[in-house]
Each structure stands twice: as structure tokens, then as C-alpha cells.
């Protein structure tokens, strides 16, 4: 049993794609190669980690490799053995003069469909505002997230350098209108900002989801208040420690946040940045971690409950979870 609910899109680019796609479009491959401009081998910082998500803007600029991408994205999974994907991406950073925001999102659903009619894999659209933009373009990533709430988008997200735009006064009115249509909410908060932003989140935007959270586990009256009120952490074991937000799969925040009952989801993040899926996550959770198979059983039902899907996949999912317990597992 496998639910993935934190997934970039511009991190799931396959390198031989990305070489393809560059090749197509006449654009030059890195000095390195495709691999090592997408993959990031080593612990550093967040920015770094970026640089290598990054790499993958230049062949996603029309269409046609959106499409491509956001099928293979969901094949990979699939074949990773997941029973959900929720997969999350920035339109505003893919967007040219001949491709408008409302056609990148379009192709990204197309995408993922074409996806999940081949595998079956159950999948979901979340749309990220990105904290650098300007006002208005974050009102149209928000609007056509919206108009196409249950028609191929579920959720509405904020990512971004936290440290240099702090405020989230300026996706105030983008959640808005997001909430008015019924998509699901959440909001990277406290990787790399404060932990107090995860109340500013919370209070703000109206989110009960948060993205990553790591510094929370820095203050532990934040931490208690979080479960109070029903947060739920999505947790990204591997791309947490090649940023610098946690030592190791041991000393991770996720085990604190379940100490102090908060909710916490699991995602591979950028999965082609990090060189490993959501079932290596698990199992290595699992057999080197310290996390015990009725803790992963807790997450994968957390998972159902608050993953932003229709109800008629909740039922499959929930039911699912049931039978297939995280004891099952092998190492």
C-alpha cells in the first residue's frame, strides 16, 4: 500500500525524456549530462536541491512534453506499486507566449488521464501558486484551478522561497477562490522559514495541510499546537535530508510529529531529483528508520482522509488500506 501526497511534477522528468525532449526542441543538454543536471547525490541546502529541479524548466515549455511528462510521471508510480498519486506543479513557470496558463494546466490533465487509463492508478492535480510571481498571475494560476475543480484539478498549493517572501497576505484572495470551488488546500510552510509559519498558514490561508514543516519540531508549544488542531504534515523523508531539514531517516521530524499526534502524510517530493520512490521511502522508513508498520499504517489511513481525491476513490482507497497493512511490507 503505497499513497504519495506530496509529488512535483518538474521533479518526476525522466533524464532520457529530458535528453529527448531537448534534442526536439533544439535545446542544449547540460555540460554533465541530462542524469547529473537532474539528480542531486548529496546533502546540501535547499537551493541546491532546487537547481536540480530546475533543470528540467527548459524542456517543458510546450504542450506536447507536458503531456509526455505528466504520463510518464504517473506510469512510474504505478510501476513504483503506488494506489495514489496526488502530483502537484507550477503553471506559471511553464507557461510561453503561444502557451497560456489555462493550456499548461489543460495539458498536465490530459497528461495525467492518458496516465491513469493505462495504469489504473488513481491520481489527483494540485496547482501551485509560486511565491515569486506577481499578484495577478498567482489570481489566474488560482482562477483556472478553479474552473477546472473536479475536472481534472483537486487542490490549490503556495511553494516558494519563504525566507525572502515571507508574507502570505498576497495568496490570501487566490485561496479564496480556491476554497469558493471546492478544491482541497494546502501550503509548503516551515521547510525552510520558521516554524511559526505553519500557524500563519493555517490562520491565513485556511490550510490544515502543510508542506514538509520541518522546523516545527523547533518549538515545541508550535508542535503541540499543530496537533490541537489537526494538522497534517506531508512528509518527504529523502528530499528532507538532502536539503538540510533533517540528519537522517532516524532523527527525522515525522517522528515527532507523530509523537505529539499530529497528522502526517507521506511524498517522494521530486523523485527523479532525489534517485528514490515513495515504496523505497516506505520500506527504508520501515527497516532503517525506526518507524513501526502500525505508525505507516496510521499515515496510509491519514493519507485517505485527507488526500484531496473524490469520494468514490476514497472508498476504493480506504478499503484498500484495510486489507493491505504496512506489516506486509518486505525489506
Same mark, same amino acid.
Given at each position: 500500500?503505497?499513497?504519495?501526497?506530496?509529488?512535483?511534477?518538474?521533479?518526476?522528468?525522466?533524464?532520457?525524456?529530458?535528453s529527448?525532449? #531537448? %534534442?526536439?526542441g533544439?535545446?542544449p $543538454?547540460? +555540460?554533465? @549530462?541530462? *542524469?547529473?543536471?537532474?539528480?542531486?547525490?548529496? !546533502? /546540501?541546502?535547499?537551493?541546491?536541491?532546487?537547481?536540480?529541479?530546475?533543470?528540467?524548466?527548459p524542456?517543458?515549455?510546450?504542450?506536447?512534453?507536458?503531456r509526455?511528462? #505528466? %504520463?510518464?510521471?504517473?506510469?512510474? $508510480?504505478? +510501476?513504483? @506499486?503506488? *494506489?495514489?498519486?496526488?502530483?502537484?506543479?507550477? !503553471? /506559471?513557470?511553464?507557461r510561453?507566449?503561444a502557451?497560456?496558463?489555462?493550456?499548461?494546466?489543460?495539458?498536465?490533465?490530459?497528461?495525467?488521464?492518458?496516465?491513469?487509463?493505462?495504469?489504473?492508478?488513481?491520481?489527483?492535480?494540485v496547482?501551485?501558486?509560486?511565491?515569486?510571481?506577481d499578484?495577478?498571475?498567482?489570481?489566474?494560476?488560482?482562477?483556472?484551478?478553479?474552473?477546472?475543480?473536479?475536472?481534472?484539478?483537486?487542490g490549490?498549493?503556495?511553494a516558494?522561497?519563504?525566507?525572502?517572501?515571507?508574507?502570505?497576505?498576497?495568496?490570501?484572495?487566490?485561496?479564496?477562490i480556491?476554497?469558493?470551488?471546492?478544491?482541497g488546500?494546502t501550503?509548503?510552510?516551515?521547510?525552510?522559514?520558521?516554524?511559526?509559519?505553519?500557524?500563519?498558514?493555517?490562520?491565513?490561508?485556511?490550510?490544515?495541510?502543510?508542506?514538509?514543516?520541518?522546523?516545527?519540531?523547533?518549538?515545541?508549544?508550535?508542535?503541540?499546537?499543530?496537533?490541537?488542531?489537526?494538522?497534517?504534515?506531508?512528509?518527504?523523508?529523502t528530499?528532507?535530508?538532502?536539503?538540510?531539514?533533517?540528519?537522517?531517516?532516524?532523527?527525522?521530524?515525522?517522528?515527532?510529529?507523530?509523537?505529539?499526534?499530529?497528522?502526517?502524510?507521506?511524498?517522494?517530493?521530486?523523485?527523479?531529483?532525489?534517485?528514490?520512490?515513495?515504496?523505497?521511502?516506505?520500506?527504508?522508513?520501515?527497516?532503517?528508520?525506526?518507524?513501526?508498520?502500525?505508525?505507516?499504517?496510521?499515515?496510509?489511513?491519514?493519507?485517505?482522509e485527507?488526500?484531496?481525491?473524490?469520494?468514490?476513490?476514497?472508498?476504493?482507497?480506504?478499503?484498500?488500506?484495510?486489507?493491505?497493512?504496512?506489516?506486509?511490507?518486505?525489506?
Amino acid at each position: 500500500m503505497s499513497l504519495n501526497l506530496h509529488c512535483h511534477l518538474e521533479g518526476c522528468v525522466r533524464p532520457d525524456t529530458a535528453s529527448d525532449l #531537448a %534534442r526536439a526542441g533544439g535545446a542544449p $543538454a547540460p +555540460a554533465g @549530462g541530462w *542524469d547529473a543536471a537532474l539528480r542531486m547525490r548529496q !546533502p /546540501a541546502d535547499l537551493t541546491g536541491f532546487l537547481a536540480h529541479v530546475a533543470a528540467a524548466y527548459p524542456v517543458m515549455g510546450s504542450a506536447d512534453a507536458l503531456r509526455r511528462i #505528466a %504520463r510518464e510521471a504517473v506510469e512510474d $508510480a504505478a +510501476a513504483d @506499486g503506488s *494506489d495514489f498519486l496526488e502530483i502537484r506543479f507550477g !503553471p /506559471a513557470t511553464h507557461r510561453r507566449p503561444a502557451l497560456p496558463i489555462p493550456a499548461v494546466i489543460d495539458a498536465v490533465v490530459d497528461g495525467l488521464d492518458d496516465g491513469r487509463a493505462q495504469t489504473g492508478l488513481l491520481v489527483s492535480l494540485v496547482v501551485c501558486l509560486l511565491r515569486h510571481s506577481d499578484r495577478e498571475t498567482n489570481l489566474e494560476v488560482a482562477r483556472s484551478a478553479a474552473v477546472r475543480a473536479g475536472r481534472g484539478v483537486a487542490g490549490l498549493d503556495v511553494a516558494g522561497d519563504e525566507l525572502r517572501l515571507p508574507s502570505l497576505e498576497p495568496y490570501v484572495e487566490p485561496f479564496r477562490i480556491a476554497a469558493s470551488a471546492g478544491l482541497g488546500l494546502t501550503a509548503h510552510a516551515a521547510e525552510a522559514g520558521p516554524p511559526s509559519a505553519v500557524r500563519d498558514a493555517f490562520e491565513t490561508l485556511g490550510v490544515a495541510r502543510i508542506g514538509h514543516g520541518s522546523r516545527v519540531v523547533d518549538d515545541a508549544d508550535l508542535l503541540a499546537w499543530s496537533a490541537d488542531h489537526g494538522v497534517t504534515f506531508e512528509v518527504c523523508p529523502t528530499s528532507n535530508i538532502l536539503t538540510g531539514a533533517a540528519p537522517s531517516l532516524r532523527e527525522h521530524p515525522l517522528h515527532a510529529f507523530l509523537a505529539a499526534g499530529c497528522g502526517v502524510v507521506l511524498g517522494d517530493d521530486d523523485p527523479v531529483t532525489i534517485g528514490r520512490r515513495l515504496g523505497e521511502e516506505e520500506r527504508e522508513l520501515l527497516v532503517t528508520g525506526g518507524l513501526a508498520a502500525e505508525r505507516l499504517d496510521a499515515i496510509h489511513l491519514r493519507s485517505v482522509e485527507v488526500g484531496f481525491m473524490d469520494e468514490a476513490d476514497r472508498a476504493i482507497l480506504r478499503a484498500a488500506v484495510v486489507a493491505s497493512p504496512a506489516t506486509g511490507i518486505s525489506a
